[in-house]
């Protein structure tokens, strides 16, 4: 799809208002709702016409498609890596993202831990992510085993716990999606009482389920094509 600044700009316009929308039905300040630009397989020119647009929160789901786009750019974007990371790409994330949200398991996050301290990022910010609606089709620590790979996380000396990371099971039923969302928040109040610990981020839904995420304590909704439409 070519950048179109006109029609960005409606999107944006619009999926802006759909999260006013969402935070004022459930009480919630807009303010504290981010939202995020999802420019998985949309090209660089998309990237720098988003940041122009004032969105600098920026995802992407490939570490080889963001090193290609990166040469591409005249300065780094600040992408989070959204997507499924495999250890051996893991120093190359580190290198070109300033969080990665998907951190799902424990080799990954002793890997991270490591290259953190060698390529002098440290603390490296992350995020965990949890499979809270129990999909099979989906990456992500399950429930009943997530609070071990948060304590590994926490005793790890390069790493910062910004907070958890979830995606939503597809289903034409949106209650799916929000009791997903529902056993992220409640899993995040558990351990941030337990561990006396702030886990400000809750980075849940996506164009599809924005509504349902934010009714249930979303910090950051993950946008992609609701932004640029179909890819």
């Known amino acids: 799809m070519t950048f179109n600044p006109q029609i960005i700009q409606n999107n944006l316009d619009k ?23 999802v420019t998985k397989t949309h090209p660089a020119e998309a990237v720098e016409g988003i940041r122009r647009l004032g969105v600098d929160l920026l995802g992407e789901n490939r570490v080889q498609e963001a090193a290609e786009k990166r040469v591409q ?23 070109l993202f300033r969080r990665i949200q998907s951190v ?16 002098q990022r440290s603390p490296y910010p992350i995020l965990l992510q949890v499979n809270a609606g129990a999909d099979p089709n989906k990456f ?26 979830t995606i939503a099971p597809l289903s034409d039923d949106p209650d799916v999606a929000r009791r997903c969302f529902a056993n992220l928040r409640e899993f995040r109040d558990r351990v941030a009482d337990r561990y006396q610990r702030d886990f400000t981020v809750l980075s849940m839904g996506m164009s599809g389920d924005l509504e349902a995420a934010i009714a249930e304590g979303s910090t950051l909704v993950r946008i992609g094509s609701a932004l640029f439409g179909d890819r």
Request: proline share 2%.
């Open 15 to 37: 999926t802006l208002q759909r999260i006013k929308n969402a935070c004022e039905k459930t009480g919630r300040d807009p303010a504290e709702v981010n939202l995020m630009a």
């Open 73 to 95: 750019l005249a300065e780094d974007p600040g992408w989070e890596l959204i997507g499924h990371l495999q250890r051996n790409k893991a120093r190359q994330a580190i290198e």
């Open 104 to 119: 799902d398991r424990l080799s990954l996050l002793n890997r991270l831990n490591n290259l953190a301290e060698e390529l």
């Open 140 to 165: 992500g620590a399950e429930l009943d085993e997530a609070e071990a790979l948060l304590e590994a996380a926490l005793a790890s000396s390069h790493l910062q716990v910004d907070g958890f990371m």
